[in-house]
């Protein structure tokens, strides 16, 4: 069983940073850590996959953002501390949602939820 805890969010004005992290625990087999993503959810909203990394190799990574997060997010993980980070630079009121951290539902079947962590851009 493996459990996934975000924290890091919370209130902050437009164009302010926020920095969420992600801390794994339980048995995780180092390829199982290999590609992982950040989801966020808005009330009355899917989850949407917001970011995500693949490793690729020792330093190769592959990463792909949304639309309406590129050249403002991004994503990075340490895999020796199986965790995950998303800097988010230039907020808007419109990335308000509760933010959660798991396996990239795109290649690899998901583990269970974690509670994920409130964002709130508003002035």
């Known amino acids: 069983q493996v459990q996934v805890v975000e924290s890091g969010g919370g209130l902050v004005q437009p164009g302010g940073s926020l920095r969420l992290s992600c801390t794994t625990s339980?048995?995780?087999?180092?390829?199982?850590?290999?590609?992982m993503a950040w989801y966020r959810q808005a009330p009355g909203n899917e989850r949407e996959l917001v970011a995500a990394?693949?490793?690729?190799?020792?330093?190769?990574?592959?990463?792909y953002y949304v639309d309406s997060v590129k050249g403002r997010f991004t994503i990075s993980k340490d895999n020796a501390k199986k965790a995950v980070y998303l800097q988010m630079n230039s907020l808007k009121p419109e990335d308000t949602a509760v933010y959660y951290c798991?396996?990239?539902?795109?290649?690899?079947?998901?583990?269970?939820w974690g509670r994920g962590t409130q964002v709130t851009v508003s002035s």
């Open positions: 990394i693949t490793s690729g190799g020792v330093s190769n990574y592959l990463e």
């Open positions: 798991n396996r990239d539902r795109r290649v690899v079947s998901v583990w269970a």
């Open positions: 339980g048995t995780i087999r180092s390829n199982s850590f290999y590609a």
